[in-house]
């Protein structure tokens, strides 16, 4: 089965930048749905962002729209969140996750999911 693997998670401060990386261990099946989501300490883990593939429609959530940027490298095989204008309360464990079909915001449609990847963003 495919594995995803995040990466670009660090430290930063309020309004600064990450990308963050979502690598596909091997070809996945199409189409499908790419998203991230987030799960800070004591909350549940909830959507960020999503893409489709063929059809490269994207959806977000509203907390994060006009800040976050996702886009697919089909190449590559890595799906990435560009992230801007960072917040405190963007402080989360950030994962990627992939499903057959189209794109969701709901947690239990994704059928493999990465390791996760620690963002902090400090005041």
């Known amino acids: 089965q495919v594995q995803l693997v995040e990466s670009g998670g660090g430290l930063v401060q309020a309004g600064g930048a990450l990308r963050l990386s979502c690598a596909a261990s091997?070809?996945?099946?199409?189409?499908?749905?790419m998203g991230w989501f987030r799960q800070a300490p004591g909350k549940e883990r909830e959507f960020v962002a999503a893409?489709?593939?063929?059809?490269?429609?994207?959806d977000y959530a509203n907390s994060v729209k006009g800040r976050f940027t996702i886009s697919r490298d089909n190449a590559k095989d890595t799906v990435s969140l560009q992230m801007n204008s960072l917040k405190p309360e963007d402080t989360a464990v950030y994962y990627c996750a992939i499903r057959p079909g189209s794109p969701s915001v709901w947690v239990h449609d994704y059928t493999r999911w990465g390791q996760g990847t620690q963002v902090t963003v400090s005041s």
């Open positions: 893409i489709g593939w063929p059809t490269g429609i994207t």
């Open positions: 091997r070809r996945t099946f199409s189409p499908y749905g």
